[in-house]
């Protein structure tokens, strides 16, 4: 190796050090004490629903940073995302409670509507930006619940006949009492 590698790597390996020690990483403390989400369970197609929820937690929060939280409607079938809301925490988030309202327009046929609910925590102003907190599934009936078929449970009627042939064939018959 000559010099001139040698002091150009040396130069870089300097330059790294030197970046990576002023260089600060911050980790968000925050802890999801709850998220649940109200809506209606079975609705008419084409009609307009609301998605309410809510986030609580608690950060570690020194007031440097704003705090939001966001919550996002997607359609598991298309992966589509049909709302998306945020809500203001603010500054001071040591403990918080919001609710995050978002709206969403029913598929136009009967079906069980499979909906993912995924909340975010955003930290503006920091280095880490959004967290995901929660993704959970809703399901919501449109129109009306097909009726179910009338099923025969073919053991329970094999087991009926088995046991009304064998109490027919093992029947003893009784002597006709004759009187004079």
């Known amino acids: 190796m000559n010099l001139r590698t040698a ?21 968000s403390l925050c802890q999801t004490v709850a998220v649940s989400s109200s809506y209606p369970h079975a609705v008419f197609p084409k009609q307009e629903i609301r998605v309410v929820t809510t986030v609580a937690g608690s950060c570690t929060s020194n007031g440097e940073d704003y705090f939001a939280a966001r919550v996002d409607l997607v359609d598991n079938a298309s992966k589509l995302i049909l709302a998306s809301n945020s809500t203001v925490i603010g500054y001071n988030a040591n403990n918080f409670s919001v609710h995050v309202d ?5 598929p136009s046929t009967n079906e069980t509507w499979s909906i993912e609910v995924d909340a975010y925590l955003i930290q503006a102003g920091g ?13 919501v009936q449109v129109g009306t619940t097909p009726i179910p078929e009338f099923q025969t449970y073919n053991s329970l009627i094999l087991c009926a006949i088995l046991l009304v042939t064998t109490l027919t064939s093992y029947r003893v018959k009784l002597p006709k009492n004759r009187s004079r």
């Open 7 to 27: 002091l150009c790597l040396s130069l870089i390996g300097v330059a790294l050090l030197t970046t990576a020690s002023f260089s600060t990483v911050t980790a």
């Open 102 to 106: 978002n709206a969403a327009s029913t």
């Open 127 to 139: 280095v880490s930006g959004k967290y995901l907190l929660n993704s959970t599934t809703i399901m």
